[in-house]
């Protein structure tokens, strides 16, 4: 966040912080530089849905937040889709009117918006699905504490870097993301695709080195924190059906891997909800989820 400050110009219209991962940006740092500045703040809330931040759910603490029904999300709809929140009267005004052509009344156009309406077929799925979205979130917590402590048991804690958790929100774990130094991600994800353990990579190539972006003369070294990140993270299955036996199995090989432990027995042979693994935080805090794909 320090970096925001020297980064506004004249030309800034907006700052866009992402809730990566499923974990809510540091908004403590964050608004105050915007509030300064004058500047609205849009929120990239696509991975974050039910996260919060000093008890107040992402989306609802700047001035807009987008969601994304993206399949793989942790509410994922049968196809594309999303929802946008605002906490300002005269953007929720906007908005409505921009996702229907800008009309409004009907066939009346004061501005051009775009065809962005959520359609029926996604809804009704949506909805079935809403209600599942606390439990199966408080599922992911689980698996995401239960991989730590399995880390920290086979002595991994030097090879790799676990996800850190910012105590002051609650984190949805859209996915599971380690750090692998020295070079040894691309070998080690190659050894868990051999052993039939899905991964992937989040993101290989940093928005700022994309070819669509030549024209803004970005090159490797301006981002370095991004660049670094683009080559060690690594996510692992996180879904909230993850039983602890599937899980020894990602620890497992990862363990081999590395010349490690093997994971404790005892791992698993825990039930799903066992009280022998740490619960997670926040497991009552709101009652409204998603399957997604082999690794989120």
Not at 14 to 33: K, N, R, S, Y
Not at 50 to 58: A, D, I, R
Not at 72 to 92: E, P, S, V
Request: glycine letters at 10%.
């Amino acid at each position: 966040p320090d970096d925001i400050r020297h980064r506004i110009t004249s030309q800034t219209r907006a700052i866009i912080p992402v809730h990566l991962f499923g974990q809510t940006v540091d908004m403590d740092a964050i608004l105050p530089i915007a509030k300064q500045a004058g500047l609205p703040i849009i929120e990239d809330a696509a991975q974050s849905v039910l996260s919060t931040w000093h008890g107040k759910c992402s989306g609802g603490l700047g001035d807009i937040g987008c969601f994304s029904f993206y399949p793989t999300k942790n509410l994922g709809g049968f196809g594309d889709g999303g929802f946008l929140t605002t906490t300002r009267d005269d953007l929720a005004e906007s908005l409505r009117k921009l996702r229907v052509h800008g009309m409004e009344p009907r066939y009346y156009h004061d501005v051009v918006g775009i065809n962005s309406r959520l359609d029926s077929l996604q809804a009704a799925v949506l909805r079935i699905k809403l209600p599942l979205l606390n439990d199966w979130t408080n599922q992911r917590a689980q698996n995401a504490i239960r991989y730590t402590e399995m880390f920290n048991h086979c002595g991994l804690h030097d090879v790799i870097t676990s996800p850190k958790i910012d105590t002051r929100g609650r984190h949805v774990w859209n996915q599971y993301i380690i750090r692998v130094a020295d070079g040894k991600r691309d070998a080690l994800r190659e050894h868990l695709t051999t052993s039939g353990v899905g991964t992937e990579i989040y993101y290989p190539v940093p928005l700022h080195l994309q070819k669509c972006f030549d024209n803004f003369g970005w090159k490797m070294g301006d981002l370095p924190i991004t660049e670094s990140a683009a080559k060690e993270t690594l996510a692992l299955p996180i879904f909230a059906e993850l039983t602890p036996a599937e899980q020894a199995t990602v620890v497992g090989r990862i363990a081999e891997f590395f010349g490690k432990p093997p994971v404790p027995e005892e791992f698993e042979c825990i039930e799903k909800g066992s009280d022998t693994i740490g619960q997670p935080r926040h497991v009552q805090r709101t009652g409204l989820i998603g399957r997604a794909d082999d690794v989120r």
